[in-house]
């Protein structure tokens, strides 16, 4: 659990505390308006202004969470936990191949992030009691401890709680929502008791189509369109 003040899930980040074009995470936003209009000058801008903004220091730490999450994604023993050791029954099928960090091994079919993993922190020490994903997941997401499948979450996942927290400290400046979620897994997470306005704001669909926008932003009708052009 992190401790910062926006937490994003799924792959979409809400930036921090005060937006700001020019702060590293803002421009980061910028890609929900049209990243790739900007141009290489425009960006070597926005990197240079970020150095400058964020050495500057501000009431809360400008930081903010990415959490991808892939239910039923690769298994651990063909990744980053390849049991080199186990016996046969117990170690996956691949060969292994050293990374940038001593001692720790991943498979061979990870050689682009092996040598990339002194950037980043394996947890191996995870787990769940449950029997299926949907309970597994719940238990990781909200610490529910309970190991049946049910069709909703009772508790809300630890995103939705830290929105609560970020509300409770008064309004906000920045116009973005704390808590995004792009094509969140709505079986698994939610804000429950502490209600929709807790939610993440969704953001469904394919974003690398061509004909993708952010939901409820703008105006998509082109009949409402025309009509206010008149």
Partial sequence: MSNSKNISSHACCPGPNKFDATNRRGFMQLGLAGFASLSLPGIMRLQAASAATENTGSKHEKTAVIMVWKPGGCSHIDTYDPKPQAG???????????TKVPGLQFTE????????A??????RSMYQNAGGHPAGSMQLLSGDSDTRDKPAPR????????????SQEGPRT?????????????SYTGAAYLGDAYSPFSVTGDPSS????VPNIGLTDQNEINRLGR
């Avoid at 002194?118 to 947890?123: E, G, M, R, S």
């Avoid at 920045?174 to 709505?186: A, D, E, F, H, Q």
């Fill in 109 to 116: 079919l990870l050689p682009r992030q092996a040598k990339i």
């Fill in 174 to 186: 920045n116009p973005l929502p704390v808590y995004v979620g792009v094509n969140p897994p709505t």
């Fill in 88 to 98: 046969s029954e117990y170690r996956g099928p691949f060969s292994v191949i050293p």
């Fill in 210 to 213: 061509p004909n993708f926008v």
């Fill in 155 to 166: 508790l809300p996942d630890w995103m939705s709680v830290a929105n609560y927290m970020r």
């Fill in 118 to 123: 002194d950037k980043f922190t394996v947890l």
